[in-house]
């Protein structure tokens, strides 16, 4: 293998391109391994990454055990060493939030459930710690809650600004980037490998490949899920902490601090897609936000954004490995709500897919 074609260069497509540009000597690299980017846009991150949050919850996460929470909790772990490999080299202030998520519940079952995960994370290696009212109210008074789990191994990060850092130090080291270049033919590209990491764009690319595949013959590999965001500014809100909020309904609330009284609010409720971004949605997300904190009654809108997140329909998430009967071609996408969390561990397995036809990462279940 000489060559590898990367479709895409969101969070996916630029930590591989990353991955399998540096430690050649001591990572089995062939020296001679010429990795290129093609990006349809103008520059990077400007699909579905451009949308995340950059919530990287895997610690807190409610689901325990089971072959996706191993690597999520094995993509997390790569975080802290990779920024600072990135920043060192790059020289970019990477937004990068080390101060965890504070999970705040109001189920009466919210405790037992908390600190049956925290005996399970403790043997898997992460500290969580269950805050009862009082224990919330002394250390951040503003909220109500019934009680909350702090996890202080969770992360948050900056999604395009973690890009435009894998970009540059790939580039760096001998990657080509190739912005506005569409591809509508995979059969046209000449190259040893070809991975597509393109989300929703895979939908179309793929399908000639998957036509007489019994489980995707006639239907797209992922459907479009909606999800849209705010930029606020809050005086004397005074919040460090990443704070995940679970609603009585199941539906959920992130706010990610960003410096300067300026916080991201968002949710993993699904809006159609075409409706958003939608006004409607702005009083949504701020009221959900005012009942757990009456400060964001004070909140000004800077911005709102919204994007579409890429979800499996006949597969887990995400999708990895090989297209049936066509090796050369790998699949890195449909990640759903966890591409940036998951994007150093998607990274590992696919380089080793190309490297050596398999990984001992846990791949195998989310083949196509």
């Known amino acids: ?67 996706l929470v191993k690597l999520r909790l094995a993509s997390l772990s790569k975080y802290d060493h990779l920024i600072a490999e990135l920043t060192d080299q790059t020289q970019y202030d990477i937004l990068y939030n080390r101060k965890g998520i504070l999970n705040l519940y109001r189920s009466p079952d919210a ?18 710690q269950w805050l009862d009212r009082e224990e919330v109210s002394a250390d951040f008074p503003l909220w109500k809650t019934d009680g909350g789990l702090l996890s202080p191994c969770d992360r948050a990060v900056h999604p395009t600004q973690l890009v435009k850092a894998l970009v540059t130090a790939a580039t760096q080291n001998g990657v080509k980037f190739l912005w506005n270049t569409s591809v509508n033919n995979l059969e046209e590209i000449s190259s040893d490998r070809i991975v597509v990491t393109s989300g929703l764009g895979a939908n179309a690319l793929l399908a000639p490949f998957l036509q007489n595949h019994p489980k995707y013959a006639g239907q797209d590999l992922m459907q479009p899920v909606g999800g849209q965001a705010l930029l606020l500014y809050i005086p004397n809100l005074n919040l460090q902490n990443v704070v995940h909020i679970e609603n009585e309904d199941g539906s959920d609330l992130n706010i990610v601090p960003l410096g300067g009284d300026r916080y991201w609010l968002g949710a993993t409720l699904e809006f159609e897609p075409k409706q958003i971004p939608c006004e409607a949605n702005v009083s949504l997300l701020l009221d959900q936000a005012i009942a757990w904190c009456p400060t964001f009654a004070n909140a000004e809108v800077l911005e709102t954004w919204a994007g579409d997140r890429p979800r499996p329909l006949a597969n887990q998430s995400p999708i990895l490995g090989f297209v049936p009967d ?38 195998r279940p989310f083949t196509l």
């Open 1 to 67: 293998m000489k060559s590898v074609t990367i479709i895409g260069c969101g969070v996916i497509g630029a930590m591989l391109a990353y991955e399998l540009s540096k430690g050649k000597n001591n990572e089995g690299i062939n020296d001679e391994l010429r990795v290129t980017v093609l990006e349809a846009n103008a520059r990077p991150a400007m699909v579905s990454t451009s949308s995340a949050l950059g919530v990287l919850m895997a610690a807190s996460s409610s689901r325990a055990r089971g072959v």
């Open 111 to 128: 405790e037992s459930k908390s600190r049956s995960l925290s005996e399970i994370r403790a043997r898997q290696g992460f500290a969580l």
């Open 326 to 363: 066509h090796p050369h071609l790998l699949v890195a996408t449909g990640h759903y709500r966890n591409g940036v969390l998951m994007a150093p561990i998607t990274a590992q397995i696919t380089k080793d897919l190309l490297l050596t036809g398999t990984s001992d990462l846990p791949w």
